[in-house]
DNA sequence: AATTTTCTTGACATAATTTGTCAAATATAA
DNA sequence: TTATATTTGACAAATTATGTCAAGAAAATT
């Protein structure tokens, strides 16, 4: 299963981008760039979000690939890990019911 | 939808624990208690693993409500949250399929 | 093979967030 | 009122996130 990272450094190879050229898109150094794409260093959604449009991912899609990335390794060493994303799911759908404000 | 600050609070309360009483134990003072309780304070993993000892709830329903809840306000203000959830799913499947060493 | 260019590594610095402490203010109970 | 319990907010320490830089390693070019 590709990471995030292997994506972005695929595409950006494959558009003949430097990773000099696309840091400085994103107003970062090249070497966090360099570690963002072998998943050495996190990352952000905003970061994530200038990468989808240089690189034309499609913005939700990256995302949703984030963060979903970032939720499977954080409970992945739990034993309950499914039933954390089933309980997600629920206080997610209770959550945007509008019955509370965040 | 009862929170995890709000569970505690009620079964601290029904057992006729003081808030000091129950920090004493945690080693936290109880002003953070008191705030954990209130959902004003963010708390962690081995904080909820002693409240469920003391206050003598199932250690991994409540680890399941507090991981859960946290994801769930992380990302319930995304368009995508569902499907980050179900994709979180598949990569938990994968990470926990042994192909991959964390 | 030598040079240039790109990428990686690690030490360091700064900013932001998390976590904890404390005491005064407030609320509740006796 | 008086005592007890809880809440609040200012502050500090510890941890984590983020950024900078330059030297070393790897890859491409000449």
């Known amino acids: 299963m590709e990471t995030v990272g292997q994506k972005i450094r695929a595409k950006r190879e ?5 990773l000099r050229q696309v840091a400085s898109y994103l107003n970062i150094d090249q070497a966090i760039l360099s570690k963002i794409e072998r998943n ?10 200038k990468l989808a449009e240089v690189l034309e991912f499609d ?17 992945a060493n739990e034993d309950c890990a499914d ?9 997610v759908k209770y959550l945007k019911s509008n019955l509370v404000k965040i």
């Open 83 to 91: 039933k954390v994303l089933k309980a997600a799911e629920q206080k």
């Open 40 to 49: 050495e260093r996190k990352t952000n959604k905003d970061i994530i979000l």
């Open 59 to 75: 913005k939700e899609d990256l995302l949703v690939q984030f963060i979903s990335e970032k939720i499977a390794y954080e409970i």
């Open 14 to 18: 494959s558009m003949g981008l430097l």
